[in-house]
């Protein structure tokens, strides 16, 4: 059969679909890391800026924690004028800032091409650090996700790269984000799997670990080096432990699956309020006052409450108080739509409720405190690698992995089985847009176009006549399209209905032969190995629902492949999952 004669769909057949393009990627990933990391400082400066502007009058960008600021009664007054700039900010600004980060880079992804702004790269960090300087109840992590994201997707855009590379760049850069803020490159590159690449491929992991490995070599430098929260006291792990984590894991999963249902009950009433989004951080506001009224330890991002869980410094009391109080105003200052990550407040809420739970298990109870803090996060953002992997990476306590698995698993088993969508996609989804994250092979992709064919197929011969062409899809013939073969059983080309149509109209042709028609070079035509969602791809571009199958070595055909043989590796797929035999 001669090439000319027809287009063959057949790919490179290989376990990945990488190819030279790594090279590049890999390349642009050094640079975004570096970029993403000195996001990172900057945004730490920004909230020290912050925080010593709003409580305690100094332009200084030394840490200081809100909770030593003595402020009297203006602690009602400050978070309400840092949301107040924050609303203005995302109003005559941009509305893609508010929110906490990961939903907003989610469905950039998703939907939006992994277009991020220049816009939303500069007011991003300076909203969130105003923020959180001004005593909201939120993490880092959230805006430098966005605020990487936004470096690798700019760079993306800059050099006229794919959507497909400008989301592995965008990952990149919100990995290496995570990695200069928190020194938890494991977790970042879990986190960039379980959460926003959507895939499993080579082009998108290794400019991910690139870019993560760059921005960890940056961070002593920037940042410091060592685990962020180090504590003594972990516990030698064991059967009895693990299987007591897996425990609380449970228990942590039913706390991730209130705080979601709680977020999103506050986020509607904040819907229903007669006033203007740009009024709701203010107004949620009012009650972060309040709550740093009762114990200003709530306010900022609380990175010194998560230290003391950890060391195990606080009683139950006042654990008890960190946990309802954190919680209510967390809740109330996320669902106003103001600016500000969720990790940090996860990890107080999930470390307070693992150590009074702790109180009644042995071994330390800051222990106890960093499982609640793995499973808090795998049961609120179903990531239970990231969860495991964060908490022993934040602490050093590796050996404790085999404790913080137990307790992820246990609490991403509660939330799937309770909570239809996570803390993160639950907000992409009341704008319409449903997220599945499951990760699963295309049927499309791993079958070959031999397995599903039918063989052989009904044929036209090429020595037959126009006329007689036309009197056979006329007389009702059974399928829209034939192929056409040579006395050797060689594909010449496709005849259908549409075909005689036109030799109808046409007229003077009955007695040329459709090998003599037939003289389109481009007919498709796919081999038996081929996967089918090539041919899937070659029905789509070319119109036609019946793709000849030819033998590689002769050229014969062999088989019709249908758009209704597609269908029925779908069905096939669907029966394993649901029949029992």
Known sequence: MSPTRSVSRTPRLADHSADWRLVPLAGAAVLIGAGAAGGAWLLMRLISLATNLFWFGTLSTGPREIADANVGLAVLAIPVIGSLIVGLMARFGSDKIRGHGIPEAIEAILYGESRLSLKVAILKPLSSAISIGSGGPFGAEGPIIMTGGAIGSLFAQQFKLSAAERKTLLVAGAAAGMTGIFGTPLAAILLAIEVLLFEWKPRSFVPVVIAVLVSLGLRPLLMGSGPLFPFPGASTPDFGTAALALGMGLV?????????????????????????????????????????????????????????????????????????????????????????????PLLILGGALGVLLGQFLPGAVGFWAMIGMAGILSGAMRAPLTGALFAVELTGHFDALPATIAASAGAYGVSVLIMRRSILTEKIAR????????????????????????????????????????????????????????????????????????????????????????????????????PIGEVADLMVETGIGRVPIVDEATGRVVGILSRHDLLKARTATRRTELERT
């Open 252 to 344: 942590i999963g039913l706390e991730a699956t209130a705080l979601s249902w709680l977020l999103y009950r506050v986020e509607d009433a904040f819907h229903r309020l007669p006033v203007h989004w740009m009024w709701w951080p203010a107004l949620g506001a009012i009650v972060v006052g309040l709550g740093g009224l009762i114990d200003a330890h709530v306010l900022g991002a609380g990175y010194a409450n998560i230290q003391a869980l950890l060391d195990g410094s606080l009683t139950m009391q006042v654990a008890l108080t960190l946990l309802v109080v954190k919680a209510t105003v967390w809740l109330v200052a996320l669902g106003s739509g103001t600016s500000g990550g969720v990790l940090a």
């Open 431 to 530: 704008r319409g847009r449903h997220v599945l994250q499951e990760y699963s092979v295309d049927p499309l992709d791993f079958l070959q176009a031999g397995e599903l064919m039918s063989r052989d197929p009904d044929t036209l011969p090429g020595e037959m006549k126009i006329g007689a062409a036309v009197a056979f899809f006329a007389q009702g013939a059974a399928h829209r399209s034939y192929p056409v073969i040579d006395p050797a059983g060689r594909l010449l080309g496709l005849a259908s209905r549409s075909d005689a149509l036109r030799w109808q109209v046409e007229g003077d042709l009955n007695d040329v032969s459709l090998a003599e028609a037939l003289s389109d070079p481009l007919q498709p035509y796919a081999f038996r190995h081929a």
